[in-house]
């Protein structure tokens, strides 16, 4: 199979990228693009690429994640989290290939108190937030063999997340305050990487099945993000005062999610898959991770 992967520089594309290399099955071969392989808002350069290669999955791992920054930046990031997803939905419906979309837990507005299921309306409280509800209703709209898969608080051993951020500012600061007032779920994109991979092998070996849809992924257990900063500095040893601090104490250009825990029954039923806990997740990845 052909499979293309757009956003491969993130940490998303970069985790896929571990996991494409270190297979020792090599029939499928994967197209590994960022903006200077292929700009997905551009539609000329779009359509070549499906016409030039024949895609049999399109994995959309790129996105405008910058959400403070969107705030200001709202056409920037419309471009490529909804007609640069439109562009390439379109090139899928016509090419025949399977879209897999990441989208994210800020299509919802954080104020409930139960996980978050497939079926719950978008209420987004930021431009960001906004982008990314419009880009998963321009993949469906565009092309019906689309899966989006919601995901939570990012972070790997790839680019910068929150795990790196705290563990430079570790070095340097002798107190921390984090937000102990916002609810979610940690995920190592590597994680993610393994879930799709194996999405794609499922779909491939059973395509009298439908399994189009949304899906939540995530690890699994519950924090905050005062939670995800001192697992951080325990499995490190750091020796760091920490001192939650409330979203009011730490305003932001964009508003966040209170609560974005994200129901994951479906995705697991349906794939048959098991889900780490985050902690565990957490803790793999510092042999690996550059300091």
């Not at 016509?94 to 719950?120: A, C, K, Q």
């Not at 900063?229 to 964009?254: D, G």
């Not at 825990?261 to 690996?288: A, C, N, Q, Y």
Request: charged share 20%; hydrophobic share 40%; aromatic share 10%.
């Amino acid at each position: 199979m052909n499979i293309l992967v757009t956003g491969s520089n993130g940490q998303l594309g970069s985790e896929l990228k571990k996991l494409v290399a270190a297979k020792t099955d090599n029939s499928d071969h994967f197209f590994f693009t960022d903006i200077e392989e292929l700009n997905i808002t551009d539609e000329t350069q779009v359509k070549a690429f499906f016409e030039q290669n024949s895609i049999d999955f399109c994995i959309n791992a790129a996105a405008y994640t910058a959400v403070d920054k969107a705030e200001n930046e709202p056409t920037i990031a419309r471009s490529i989290n909804v007609e640069a997803v439109r562009l390439l939905a379109v090139q899928c419906q016509r090419h025949r290939s399977f879209f897999i979309h990441i989208s994210t837990d800020y299509v919802f507005d954080g104020m409930g108190y139960l996980p978050y299921t497939e079926e719950n309306l978008f209420n987004p409280q930021s431009i960001y937030g906004e982008t990314k509800a419009a880009g998963e209703m321009a993949a469906i709209k565009n092309t019906p063999e689309t899966i989006i898969i919601r995901t939570s608080w990012l972070y790997s051993t790839f680019g910068n997340n929150f795990v790196k951020t705290m563990l430079r500012l570790a070095q340097t600061k002798p107190e921390i305050g984090v937000v102990a007032d916002q609810i979610g779920t940690p995920t190592y994109a590597g994680d993610l990487a393994q879930v799709i991979l194996h999405i794609i092998a499922v779909i491939s070996e059973n395509k009298d099945k439908n399994f189009v849809g949304t899906y939540h992924y995530s690890n699994e257990g519950v924090a905050s993000w005062y939670d995800f900063a001192h697992a951080i500095f325990e499995m490190n040893n750091l020796k760091v005062k920490l001192k939650p601090i409330s979203t009011k104490e730490y305003p932001t250009p964009a508003r966040r999610p209170a609560y974005s825990v994200l129901d994951k029954s479906k995705i697991k039923k349906t794939f048959g898959i098991e889900i780490p806990h985050w902690r565990e997740s957490l803790k793999s990845i510092f042999p690996l991770i550059d300091r």
